[in-house]
């Protein structure tokens, strides 16, 4: 047995928003230890941090972390309208400042996090404990021996991929943000962008918490072979068509990218003592990539229910994470796979016609696709909305066929 490992009870590789939630509801001394192989929480930016008001209170996200959308409006390449939010306010994260504090909440537990460490491989020994191999860079490989891992890894997949337990996802959604001082833009204005500049993805502009402006571009792939990165340049070097988006764009900006997997929701989560949570349990919102939230509120669940099997030694409780994170996103992941899949084929006309769509509907619905929440209800109002117009006409002809007669 290696003397010089590290032990503890739990192994939590990612210090993403889904592997800190989890720390930060385990039990003050259930032992823990995170690899995060950036230098810095929430650093470099990987993500957009686009969230709803009605969450961040819910989930007690202090204020001065976020900054709220006043408009919200839609371009193709021939239409334009004003989102109809109702009382649902857009709001976007300032995720460095949100990451940090999410890592404070288990500073006074038995945590250690080893910032700068990779996570590279593991495996389970015959006592039934996990022996995991880290790098610190610059430094040699270190052991950690744990009897739980979760994989909050992300994209990557490190943890299930060493164990063979599942395979990295084949379909990814790519991102680039290009990050520039707000200048003469509105800040609390929100874009998004589709059709032929954006094939199989869409763009959107926003300001941000810390006073600029991101203007970016997601894309899936392999369903075009164009990187983000391609797309966001061909906008920015485009001036009618920043202008016609309202856009000012000053000075260089600052460059972000991220990925995140976009393939259909996998309701296993539990694999004995492994665990995964977040982007590697595909958590993301299938319709535009949200992810932030769902991370929080089932990583938290996460952490207290791993604290309960630490305890009591009994896995019941991980099944229970895994029903709920079922019952809360399998329905809906379900629906909103449906238009992800659908919203990868569209051509400039299916967007034009999308976005008319979208200034007709109610907010209910807009909101609704955008949360990518789908319950019976909402769906039944949601297809009678857009079967109104439709019913409507029939009726009008069958009364001026009827009066006829
Ligand atoms: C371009 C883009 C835009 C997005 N926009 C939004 C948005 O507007 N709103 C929203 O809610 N969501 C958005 N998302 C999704 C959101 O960012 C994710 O759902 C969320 O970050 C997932 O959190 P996580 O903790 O599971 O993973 P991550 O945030 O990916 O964190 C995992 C961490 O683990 C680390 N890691 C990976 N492998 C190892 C290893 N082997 N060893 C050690 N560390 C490792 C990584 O460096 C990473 O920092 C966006 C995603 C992308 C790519």
Redesign the pocket.
């Given at each position: 047995m290696d003397s010089t490992a590290l032990r503890c009870d739990v192994l939590i590789?990612?210090?993403?928003?889904?592997?800190?939630s989890v720390a930060a509801t385990l039990p003050d001394d259930v032992s823990t230890i995170i690899?995060?192989?950036?230098h810095e929480i929430g650093l470099p930016i990987?993500?957009?941090?686009?969230?709803w008001m009605q969450d961040v209170v819910r989930l007690g996200i202090p204020e001065g972390m976020y900054i709220r959308l006043d408009v919200s409006e839609a371009f193709s390449d021939t239409a334009h309208t004003v989102i109809p939010m109702g009382d649902a306010v857009p709001v976007?994260?300032d995720?460095p400042k949100l990451y940090k504090w999410l890592a404070q909440q288990s500073d006074h537990k038995d945590r250690r996090l080893l910032l700068g460490?990779?996570?590279?491989t593991t495996r389970q020994r015959e006592d039934g404990l996990y022996e995991s191999k880290?790098r610190a860079r610059g430094a040699g490989h270190d052991t950690v021996i744990s009897t739980y891992i979760v994989d909050?890894?992300?994209?990557?997949f490190?943890v299930l991929e060493a164990l063979g337990l599942a395979r990295k996802p084949a379909r990814l959604?790519?991102?680039?943000?290009y990050e520039y001082p707000m200048g003469q833009n509105a800040p609390n204005r929100g874009v998004i962008f589709f059709g032929s500049k954006v094939p199989a993805g869409y763009g959107w502009a926003f300001g941000t918490a810390h006073g600029t402006l991101r203007l970016?571009v997601?894309v899936i792939q392999p369903d075009t072979d164009k990187s983000p990165r391609e797309m966001l340049d061909a906008v920015v070097r485009d001036q009618p068509y920043l202008d016609r988006l309202g856009l000012t764009l000053e000075g260089e900006p600052m460059v972000?990218?991220?990925?995140?997997p976009s393939v259909a929701y996998d309701e296993q989560l539990v694999f004995g003592n492994v665990i995964r949570?977040?982007?590697?349990?595909n958590?993301?919102t299938p319709t535009?990539?949200?992810?932030?939230?769902?991370?929080i509120d089932l990583?938290r669940m996460l952490g207290v229910q791993l604290g309960k099997a630490v305890r009591t030694g009994r896995n019941g409780p991980l099944r229970t994470y895994e029903r709920k994170c079922r019952r809360q996103l399998k329905r809906d992941y379900k629906w909103g796979f449906l238009v992800n899949t659908r919203a990868a084929r569209y051509k400039p006309a299916d967007w034009d016609r999308s976005v008319r769509r979208m200034g007709m509907l109610g907010s209910e619905a807009v909101v609704a696709t955008l949360r990518g929440e789908f319950p019976p209800a909402k769906i039944a109002r949601i297809m009678l909305s857009l079967l109104r117009p439709y019913l409507r006409a029939r009726l009008k002809r069958l009364r001026s066929r009827f009066g006829r007669v």
């Amino acid at each position: 047995m290696d003397s010089t490992a590290l032990r503890c009870d739990v192994l939590i590789v990612g210090g993403g928003p889904a592997g800190l939630s989890v720390a930060a509801t385990l039990p003050d001394d259930v032992s823990t230890i995170i690899v995060h192989q950036d230098h810095e929480i929430g650093l470099p930016i990987r993500t957009s941090g686009g969230c709803w008001m009605q969450d961040v209170v819910r989930l007690g996200i202090p204020e001065g972390m976020y900054i709220r959308l006043d408009v919200s409006e839609a371009f193709s390449d021939t239409a334009h309208t004003v989102i109809p939010m109702g009382d649902a306010v857009p709001v976007i994260l300032d995720t460095p400042k949100l990451y940090k504090w999410l890592a404070q909440q288990s500073d006074h537990k038995d945590r250690r996090l080893l910032l700068g460490t990779k996570f590279l491989t593991t495996r389970q020994r015959e006592d039934g404990l996990y022996e995991s191999k880290i790098r610190a860079r610059g430094a040699g490989h270190d052991t950690v021996i744990s009897t739980y891992i979760v994989d909050g890894s992300g994209w990557h997949f490190a943890v299930l991929e060493a164990l063979g337990l599942a395979r990295k996802p084949a379909r990814l959604a790519v991102g680039t943000e290009y990050e520039y001082p707000m200048g003469q833009n509105a800040p609390n204005r929100g874009v998004i962008f589709f059709g032929s500049k954006v094939p199989a993805g869409y763009g959107w502009a926003f300001g941000t918490a810390h006073g600029t402006l991101r203007l970016g571009v997601g894309v899936i792939q392999p369903d075009t072979d164009k990187s983000p990165r391609e797309m966001l340049d061909a906008v920015v070097r485009d001036q009618p068509y920043l202008d016609r988006l309202g856009l000012t764009l000053e000075g260089e900006p600052m460059v972000h990218s991220g990925i995140l997997p976009s393939v259909a929701y996998d309701e296993q989560l539990v694999f004995g003592n492994v665990i995964r949570v977040g982007d590697s349990a595909n958590f993301a919102t299938p319709t535009v990539g949200e992810g932030i939230r769902v991370c929080i509120d089932l990583g938290r669940m996460l952490g207290v229910q791993l604290g309960k099997a630490v305890r009591t030694g009994r896995n019941g409780p991980l099944r229970t994470y895994e029903r709920k994170c079922r019952r809360q996103l399998k329905r809906d992941y379900k629906w909103g796979f449906l238009v992800n899949t659908r919203a990868a084929r569209y051509k400039p006309a299916d967007w034009d016609r999308s976005v008319r769509r979208m200034g007709m509907l109610g907010s209910e619905a807009v909101v609704a696709t955008l949360r990518g929440e789908f319950p019976p209800a909402k769906i039944a109002r949601i297809m009678l909305s857009l079967l109104r117009p439709y019913l409507r006409a029939r009726l009008k002809r069958l009364r001026s066929r009827f009066g006829r007669v």
